[in-house]
Antibody
Framework: QVQLVESGGGVVQPGGSLRLSCATSGFTLRNFGMHWVRQAPGKGLEWVAFIRYDAKNEYYADSVRGRFTISRDDSKNTLYLQMNNLRAEDTAVYYC??????????????WGKGTTVTVSS | DVVMTQSPLSLPVTPGEPASMSCRSRQSLLHSNGYNYLNWYLQKPGQSPQLLIYLGSNRASGVPDRFSGSGSGTEFTLKISRVEAEDVGVYYCMQSLQTPSFGQGTKLEIK
């Protein structure tokens, strides 16, 4: 079955970096666009980033642009989120999600269980 | 950014009774291809979100037919014909016509 498994979360100091991974299985990753979505404690969902199936375009929320980088390695069936210059407000559960489309936003039809990032001194 | 507004924020419902919630967008979500790029998700307690309705009115695979989505342009509605205990959680609408954005969520609870 289609599965997404996030990893790489943890506790990091403000200004630090983390790289999240999302291992995929049950579908051909190279055919689909992929997202990262986050949820701060007790808050709603916030879209973070999207990467096209061919990695030719990436899109970011204003809150993370210039600090976060989404990437993919289809040979490893893995999606990544490199997070630099982390701030307290980046504390959240980070979900990876598969889009139904390959090249643009459509709808996220599969979600992982999430990995928790805590930014604190 | 496209701002999404959901109402009500809290929805207490008696099991077996219907429920309805609203999602409004400041901009039309109707694409030139005829689809409304409005999707509904349910996040059950302690779980990740799951897709309920996509492109305005299409039920996702495995979603019971008591769930239905309707609307066009800037106003959308999610209806549950007969609420069951397993339906508790937070319902989010999300637009994907532009960079995706979510509503604040409607928390459905059982009376």
């Amino acid at each position: 079955q289609v599965q997404l498994v996030e990893s790489g979360g943890g506790v990091v100091q403000p200004g630090g970096s983390l790289r999240l991974s999302c291992a995929t299985s049950g579908f051909t990753l190279r055919n689909f666009g992929m997202h990262w979505v986050r949820q701060a404690p007790g808050k709603g969902l916030e879209w973070v980033a999207f990467i096209r199936y061919d990695a030719k375009n990436e899109y970011y929320a204003d809150s993370v642009r210039g600090r976060f980088t989404i990437s993919r390695d289809d040979s490893k069936n893995t999606l990544y989120l490199q997070m630099n210059n982390l701030r307290a407000e980046d504390t959240a559960v980070y979900y990876c999600a598969k889009d139904q489309s390959s090249w643009t936003y459509s709808y996220m039809d599969v979600w992982g269980k999430g990995t928790t990032v805590t930014v604190s001194s | 950014d496209v701002v999404m507004t959901q109402s009500p924020l809290s929805l207490p419902v008696t099991p077996g009774e219907p429920a309805s919630m609203s999602c409004r967008s400041r901009q039309s979500l109707l694409h030139s291809n005829g689809y409304n790029y409005l999707n509904w998700y349910l996040q059950k307690p302690g779980q990740s979100p799951q897709l309920l309705i996509y492109l305005g009115s299409n039920r996702a695979s495995g979603v019971p037919d008591r769930f239905s989505g309707s609307g066009s342009g800037t106003e959308f509605t999610l209806k549950i014909s007969r609420v069951e205990a397993e339906d508790v959680g937070v319902y989010y609408c999300m637009q994907s016509l532009q960079t995706p954005s979510f509503g604040q969520g409607t928390k459905l609870e059982i009376k």
